[in-house]
């Protein structure tokens, strides 16, 4: 028992002394062989333990990294807020250089600080004063047109009224000079309230929705050619001799944060050319609206024209269908009963009955005319109009229809017209409508022939009728509904 | 039989504080941390002899430095005199005493922190001391209180069977 444990004793420490001298030559293993070994076992049995181990170590980090992430977040959010309306502000202050540009010299740059008294809220400050050479009644303008006129000046500031104070006036016309008026507010309630009035418009000047209205320069207030706003539509007012249009204006006050003053030497010179891009685009607007109308009228007009053609052709195909030179048969419903009076050849091929019983063509295989076409077309009992033959044989002929000549029992697909099929490989569009001017040529010439005919047939016809007593009912017509018993 | 099933059942407990140590650890705290591998040491080698027991310590301890950046083989070092002395220690490791288990874990925690400091040169560096005496036997206090928890709770499963 002894030996045994001395044995074993020996053993560990054989055991440890390994270990040991294995680790310590792995701890003074120079630089380079230590990292080769270290990273072989990373690579082989380690490898499931350290990819563990990066695991959790990105689990930690994010986790670490949750609170940053959501501050960052939060600020950029808070910043994505700020971007667009900077992002306005800027195109404002950009389109205000450009009129700035246009203008040249005699404005005042200026903000537009909308913090006037309570109740007040159609007049601005401007932080601009006398000591700028801003006066009284100098026009307040935006990029984009009229906005206002200043009202008071003093040294530094001043005050002005937008065109929603029920006191704004401005004489105004049309682009083209055609109409004039006077524009102010319209005091209508609610979204009205924000739209302007041309009032005292001469009766003959009818202006149309989307006509752009501009200052009019008359009484040295606001020089000419300022953008004001487009036609709405004509109010109802009381006036018999003037209209009054609703106006829909160009600028919105409230999104207006900076302006340009013009000074009374520029108004006087005027302002031509500084607002052309608005003029252009109304004439260009109009250009485009009256091009589409013309291209609309084209467009009917050709439509008209294709319709005509394919009402023509229809009549010249059906002309082609019953003139039967061509091996034609008509096949009818029985119970259609021939016009008394009348033989029953010329009832039918004269005119039609107004409501034509269905009616049935069939073509022999050896009819000479165009393309086959697999099966048998049926024709609608309007376009049933003359056939040559009876639509009805005689009283004492069989009810049964008459389908195909006697040389050909069974119906076979029936040649299609050319003028009638335009199909692939059909013939190009001037030969259909040579072959359809000879067919109208024929199928009038048919007509007169018919016509002459069945008139000859009719006076025969009513020459006897005069001569002969009434005939009975015809004794092929159907009995009424539910009454065959 | 009953002697294969009781140590697969000790492997598989093994295995999973192995694996607690690398996957667990990294989650668990920065500065504290619960060092899984020396409780998976410990309750291995109490069931082997010391030489066993060392040879397990210098696997482990290859295992920690393959996934350790610097200080390639002290912790081979430090926990193959862990697995060697436990093992001889055995007699009074795993008593019927919560608290001498935490001690001896307490005691190896701390060890082995103190000898991977001092055998991989960073022992005389800038917050060693700190790391020593204030961070290390926190972590080696943390790992002995789920030390004691764990091998009381896994103590009726890991029992060996009667001879």
């Known amino acids: ?485 | 039989m009953s002697g294969v099933f009781d140590w697969l059942r000790l492997l598989f407990a093994v295995l999973m504080l192995v694996v607690a140590h690398f996957v667990l650890r990294p989650l668990l705290g920065d500065r504290i941390e619960i060092d899984f591998l020396v409780l998976a040491l410990l309750l291995m080698s109490i069931r082997v002899r010391p030489g066993v027991g060392a040879v397990l310590g210098l696997l482990m301890g290859a295992a920690a430095d393959a996934a350790a950046p610097a200080g390639f083989g002290s912790a081979m070092l430090a926990l193959t005199l862990v697995g060697y002395i436990t093992s001889w220690l055995k007699a009074a490791f795993f008593a019927e005493n919560a608290v001498l288990d935490g001690v001896v874990i307490f005691a190896s925690a701390w060890g082995v922190v103190l000898m991977r400091l001092l055998l991989s040169g960073r022992g005389f560096e800038a917050g060693a001391a700190v790391t020593a005496l204030v961070w290390a036997p926190l972590s080696a206090a943390a790992t002995a209180l789920v030390g004691a928890v764990l091998f009381t709770v896994l103590r009726p499963l890991l029992k060996p069977a009667a001879a």
């Open chain 1, 1 to 485: 028992m002894a030996r045994t444990s001395r044995t074993g004793t020996r053993t560990d420490l054989a055991l440890l002394g390994v270990a040991l001298v294995l680790a310590l030559t792995a701890l003074i293993l120079p630089s380079a062989i230590r990292s080769q070994v270290q990273g072989t076992l990373r690579s082989s049995v380690a490898a499931p333990l350290v990819s563990a181990q990066a695991w959790a170590e990105r689990g930690r980090q994010a986790i670490g990294d949750h609170g940053r992430l959501v501050k960052s977040i939060d600020s950029l959010a808070l910043g994505a807020q700020s971007v667009e309306p900077l992002r306005s502000e800027n195109d404002r202050l950009r389109a205000l250089l450009g009129l700035g540009q246009r203008l040249q010299w005699g404005f005042v740059a200026t903000e537009v600080i909308h913090s006037a008294p309570e109740g007040d809220e159609h007049t601005v400050l401007l932080p601009v004063g006398s000591t700028a050479g801003v006066r009284p009644f100098s026009p307040l303008v935006v990029p984009d047109g009229l906005i206002g006129m200043v009202k008071s000046v003093d040294a530094s500031s001043s005050t002005a009224i937008l065109w929603t104070n029920p006191d704004f006036r401005a004489s105004a016309t049309t682009t083209d000079g055609l109409a004039f008026g006077i524009v102010a507010a319209h005091l209508g309630s609610g979204a009205d309230r924000f739209l302007l009035e041309m009032r005292g418009v001469p009766f003959r000047s009818v202006l149309k929705p989307g006509t752009l209205i501009v200052t009019s320069g008359l009484g040295n207030v606001f020089p000419r050619g300022v953008p004001i706003g487009v036609v709405l539509r004509e109010t109802k007012t009381i006036e018999g001799w003037a209209r009054t249009y609703l106006i829909r204006p160009i600028v919105s006050p409230d999104a207006a944060s900076a302006a340009m003053v013009l000074l009374p030497p520029r108004a006087a010179a005027g302002v031509t050319g500084a607002w052309a891009s608005v003029e252009a685009t109304d004439k260009t607007q109009q250009t485009i609206v009256m091009a589409g109308d013309s291209l609309i009228a084209d467009s009917v007009r050709v439509i008209q024209d294709r319709l005509a053609k394919l009402a023509l052709l229809d009549s010249l195909r059906r002309a082609a269908i019953y003139r039967g030179d061509s091996g034609v048969r008509v096949e009818s419903d029985s119970t259609a009963a021939p016009r008394p009076g009348l033989p029953p050849g010329a009832a039918s091929a004269v005119t039609p009955p107004p409501v034509a019983p269905a009616a049935r063509v069939t073509v022999p295989a050896a009819a000479p005319v165009t393309t086959p076409k697999p099966a048998p077309r049926t024709v609608t009992p309007g376009a049933a109009a003359t056939p040559s033959r009876p639509l009805v044989s005689s009283p004492g002929a069989p009810k049964s229809p008459t389908t195909a000549p006697s040389n050909s029992p069974v119906p076979t697909p029936r040649p299609r017209p050319a003028v009638a099929a335009p199909a692939a490989g059909a013939k190009p569009r001037s030969a259909v409508m040579t072959r359809a001017d000879s067919l109208a040529r024929a199928a009038a010439r048919a007509r007169a022939s018919e016509s002459a005919r069945a008139q000859s047939a009719a006076d025969s016809a009513q020459a006897k009728n005069r001569s002969q007593p009434k005939p009975p009912d015809n004794p092929f017509r159907l009995p009424p509904a539910g009454g065959h018993r």
